[in-house]
C-alpha cells in the first residue's frame, strides 16, 4: 500500500500572507505520504524558482523529481512531484497542455522498495472550463499512447467546481476519483477543487483531507491525501 497526496502549496504564502516554505513542509510530514504532487510551487516571474529550498526538501526526507525545464526550477509550470526515500524515478516528462495561459502537466514513472511501478501525474488545470475539459482530454490520450502501461495515479489542482461536469466528466471515464472531499478555501472549506484519480487496476482503501490547524494557515488550499493498494 501506499499513500499519496496532492496541495496547492500557493508559492508557500499562507492565508496569514507570509511566505513560509518550512511550513509547507511540515504540513506533508503530518501526511507522511510515499508520493506527493505540488501545484504552484515555483515563483511566477523571472527564473520562476522552486519556492521550496532542496536543502529544506531533503532535510524534511524529500527527493524531488526533476524535469530538466529550467534551472532554478524542479517542476514545470508550477508542478512538482516529491518522493520519498525507497522509492526511485525511472522516467519523467512534462507535458505540454493546450492553453492561452501557462498551464501544464507533468509525468513521473516509479518503482517503490519491493518492485512495484507506479505512474503518477501531476497537474494544475486552466480556470476556464472550455480549456480544462481540453486538457484533460490531452493527459487522457498522451497516457493511452504509452507503449508500458502501468498502474496510475493523477493529482493535482482541476479548478473544477462540479463533480460530474466539465474536466471530471472527461477522467471518470477512465478513472476512479477518490472523494477525498472540500479542500479550498482552507479557512473554510467548501470546494473540492483538488482531486486524486486512479486507473481501475487499484483499489482505494481510504482518502480524505489534511485539515489541520497548521494546514489551515500555510496555504489557502488544504492538502488531499488517499492510501491505494494495487501498485505491482
Not at 518550512?22 to 504552484?40: G, M, S, T
Not at 519556492?51 to 529544506?56: E, H, I, Q, R
Request: hydrophobic residues 45%; charged residues 20%; glycine residues 8%.
Amino acid at each position: 500500500m501506499i499513500t499519496v497526496a496532492s496541495y496547492n502549496i500557493h508559492k508557500a504564502v499562507g492565508t496569514d500572507r507570509q511566505r513560509r516554505p518550512e511550513r509547507i513542509l511540515d504540513v506533508l510530514a503530518e501526511i507522511n505520504a510515499d508520493i506527493v504532487a505540488l501545484q504552484e510551487a515555483d515563483r511566477r516571474f523571472g527564473a520562476r524558482a522552486s519556492v521550496l529550498p532542496l536543502k529544506l526538501i531533503e532535510q524534511a526526507g524529500w527527493h524531488p523529481v526533476t524535469f530538466g525545464a529550467r534551472a532554478a526550477s524542479m517542476g514545470w509550470h508550477g508542478n512538482m512531484i516529491l518522493i520519498r526515500q525507497g522509492m526511485v524515478m525511472t522516467s519523467s516528462e512534462a507535458i505540454h497542455l493546450p492553453t492561452l495561459e501557462p498551464r501544464g502537466a507533468v509525468c513521473a514513472d516509479l518503482r517503490s522498495s519491493t518492485g512495484g511501478q507506479v505512474r503518477i501525474i501531476g497537474m494544475h488545470l486552466d480556470l476556464s472550463g472550455l480549456w480544462r475539459r481540453r486538457q484533460a482530454k490531452a493527459i487522457i490520450a498522451h497516457l493511452h499512447v504509452k507503449p508500458h502501461q502501468i498502474p496510475t495515479i493523477l493529482m493535482g489542482d482541476m479548478n473544477e467546481w462540479s463533480a460530474t461536469t466539465g474536466c471530471l466528466h472527461e477522467f471518470a471515464r477512465h478513472y476512479r476519483i477518490a472523494d477525498t472531499g472540500p479542500s479550498f478555501h482552507a479557512r473554510r472549506p467548501i470546494a473540492r477543487l483538488d482531486r486524486i484519480m486512479m486507473s481501475r487496476d487499484l483499489k482505494l482503501i481510504e482518502c480524505g483531507v489534511q485539515a489541520s490547524r497548521l494546514a489551515s494557515v500555510a496555504s489557502d488550499h488544504l492538502p488531499i491525501w488517499a492510501r491505494i493498494e494495487g501498485v505491482r
